[in-house]
C-alpha cells in the first residue's frame, strides 16, 4: 500500500471520499476501450467488438478481453493478452486529467482516499503525473493489494479500514458498473460520474440500476452533492477556499 504525506483541510471525523482513478481522475477509461476494440478487430477482421467490450469497461483488462472473446467464441492466448494489456497500459498512462477534478477535490473538506482497480505502480505514476496525489492523505488503494479486483468490495474496504472509517460514512465517486457496484456491496454511498461516456445517459442509467445515489455529468458538481451528503449525515461542512 502507498503512504502519502500532504495537508489536508480540516473536515467531519470519521468521514471520507474515495475516488476511483480510471475514468474519475483521468480520462483513460474511453482511451483503453478504444484501444481494446482496436486491437482485437485487428486480431478478428470482420468481427463487431465495441458492443461487447463497452460495458465491461471498469473491469481489469485481462477480464475484459477473456470475456470479449467467450461472449464472440473467439479465443486469445496468453501472449496475444499479454501483448494487449502492455498497450492498453502504454496508451492510458498518458491520458489527460478529468477535467476540474483537481478544483473540486480541494473544494470538498473530507478524507480522501483512492481506490483503483489498477496496480499500485501504475496508480502511484497516475497522481504523481497529474499532480493530484496532494490530495489523497488517507492513502492509495489498488486491486493488487486484496485477493479480489472490482466488482467485489475487497479494494472498498480495505481502503475504509486503512482510514478507521466505517462504510457507510464513506461516499464514493465511480464511472463504471464494476466499480459502482463493489462501493454499493462494500455499504458505501456511490455518486456515479457519467461525464467521461459515449452516452452519457445510458451509462447514468446503468449506474443509478447498480445502486449509485445519484449521477452527475460535471465534476463541478460533485463538491455540492458531497456537501449535501455529508450534511445528511449530520455533519456540518467547513468553509474552504479552494486551492
Known amino acids: 500500500m502507498t503512504e502519502i504525506t500532504t495537508e489536508t483541510n ?79 497500459g502504454a496508451a492510458a498512462i498518458k491520458a489527460p486529467m478529468v477535467r476540474g477534478i483537481d478544483t473540486a477535490l480541494a473544494s470538498i473538506p473530507l478524507l480522501k482516499a483512492c481506490a483503483s482497480n489498477s496496480y499500485s505502480a501504475y496508480l502511484a505514476h497516475t497522481v504523481d503525473r497529474t499532480g493530484l496525489r496532494r490530495f489523497f492523505e488517507g ?15 475487497d479494494v472498498y474496504l480495505f481502503a475504509a479500514r486503512h482510514m478507521a472509517v ?3 460514512r464513506c461516499l ?30 445510458a451509462q447514468a442509467l446503468k449506474l443509478r440500476h447498480v445502486g449509485a445515489r445519484g449521477t452527475f455529468n460535471h465534476m463541478s458538481d460533485l463538491p455540492g452533492l458531497a456537501e449535501t451528503w455529508t450534511r ?4 456540518n461542512w467547513p468553509s474552504i477556499t479552494a486551492e
Not at 464514493?172 to 452516452?199: I, Q, R
Not at 445528511?232 to 455533519?235: D, K, P, R, V, Y
Open 10 to 88: 480540516a473536515g467531519p471525523p470519521g468521514v471520507a471520499l474515495i475516488c476511483d482513478c480510471d475514468g474519475v481522475l483521468v480520462d483513460s477509461e474511453a482511451i483503453a476501450g478504444a484501444t481494446i476494440v482496436r486491437e482485437l478487430e485487428a486480431l478478428w477482421p470482420g468481427v463487431e467488438v465495441e458492443p461487447v467490450v463497452t460495458p465491461l469497461l471498469g473491469f481489469r483488462t485481462e477480464h475484459v478481453l477473456q470475456t470479449t472473446a467467450a461472449t464472440l467464441g473467439k479465443s486469445l492466448t496468453p501472449e496475444q493478452i499479454g501483448a494487449i494489456h502492455t498497450t492498453v
Open 139 to 153: 492513502g492509495l488503494f489498488t486491486a493488487d493489494l486484496v485477493p479480489n479486483p472490482k466488482p467485489a468490495p
Open 166 to 168: 466505517v462504510p457507510a
Open 172 to 201: 464514493v465517486v465511480e464511472d463504471s458498473v464494476a466499480g459502482a457496484t463493489a462501493a454499493v456491496s462494500a455499504g458505501m454511498t456511490v455518486l456515479g460520474y457519467a461525464g467521461g461516456a459515449h452516452d452519457s445517459e
Open 232 to 235: 445528511e449525515l449530520g455533519f
